[in-house]
């Protein structure tokens, strides 16, 4: 029985390799792999988004311990990838997370996952996927939501071996503090896929720290304004009256 070649192409943390494989005509597959990254307490964690485009009937299978808002990015991802002119494969894929013992939540992984299909599907250039940690949620259209923990993953990204960080642009001040880290802020996955096909074109975030810290912040809110409440009133006044650590804790029924 005659046989084709496939390519196998995985993107490692520094370099990108290439291997060949065996399979039966018509069943050429890809598989990439993207970082992006989780919390887990204060803690970051690197998570790999790795994607499988293979042949049969088109499905897409997130496996790796997704919550519920990750299992939604397939329709979230597959909508966007259509508004924003790509084209979404009519295959089945599989997107695993790993390590496949961490529970994955929240939407910062639609990101990855885009760009993973993206790069399994040889729609965007794969040669700065290993040195790039990526986090954001994407809308409908394919623009690019903020999402949360951004700081203290931007603050391990180095330790990490991670040379740049994209986000969407209402993170990319809150990442751009940390020193020694590129940081890209990116309206829509169309930026980011300009961004990894011509790296030239966009510039990284710059943030003048002392300047930042250096600016009289007034907060307007007064606990005065506050309707009852009183005993959370005045444990924040001994809290703030002392310099003393304070966890509050609300009932779900309040």
């Known amino acids: 029985m005659s046989v084709t070649s496939a390519i196998l192409v995985t993107y490692d943390n520094k370099n990108l390799t290439e291997s060949i494989g065996e399979t039966h005509p018509g069943s050429e597959f890809v598989l990439a792999r ?21 042949g049969g009937l088109p499905r897409t299978t997130i496996v790796g311990l997704p919550d519920t808002a990750v299992q939604e ?25 790993t390590p496949a013992d961490l529970r994955k939540e929240g939407p910062s992984f639609d ?12 729609q965007v250039n794969p040669q700065l996927l290993g040195d790039y940690l990526f986090l954001g949620e994407v809308s409908l259209d394919g623009s690019l939501r903020p999402v949360t923990g951004v700081l203290p993953i931007a603050a391990a990204a180095p330790q990490m071996g991670i040379r740049g960080l994209v986000v969407p642009a209402a993170n990319a001040g809150e990442a751009a503090v940390v020193r020694d880290l590129n940081v890209y802020g990116c309206h829509s996955i169309t930026d980011v896929v300009e961004l990894l096909n ?17 600016q009289d ?13 009183a005993h959370a009133r005045r444990a924040l006044e001994i809290a703030a009256a002392g310099g003393h650590n304070l966890i509050l804790s609300i009932a779900n029924s309040l």
Do not use: M
Request: proline share 5%; charged share 25%; net charge neutral.
């Open 198 to 214: 011509n790296p030239d074109v966009k510039d990284p975030v710059c943030v003048d720290l002392d300047r930042l810290f250096s």
């Open 34 to 54: 993207i970082w992006s990254a989780s919390l887990y307490g204060l803690e970051a964690v690197r998570v790999g988004v790795e994607v499988d485009v293979t």
């Open 73 to 97: 990015s397939r329709e979230r991802v597959k909508s966007a990838l259509k508004n924003s002119g790509f084209a979404f494969p009519q295959r089945q894929i599989v997107v695993n997370l």
């Open 111 to 122: 990101l990855p996952i885009s760009l993973g299909i993206l790069a399994a599907s040889e």
């Open 217 to 229: 912040r007034a907060f307007h809110l007064d606990l005065k304004d506050v309707k009852g409440q």
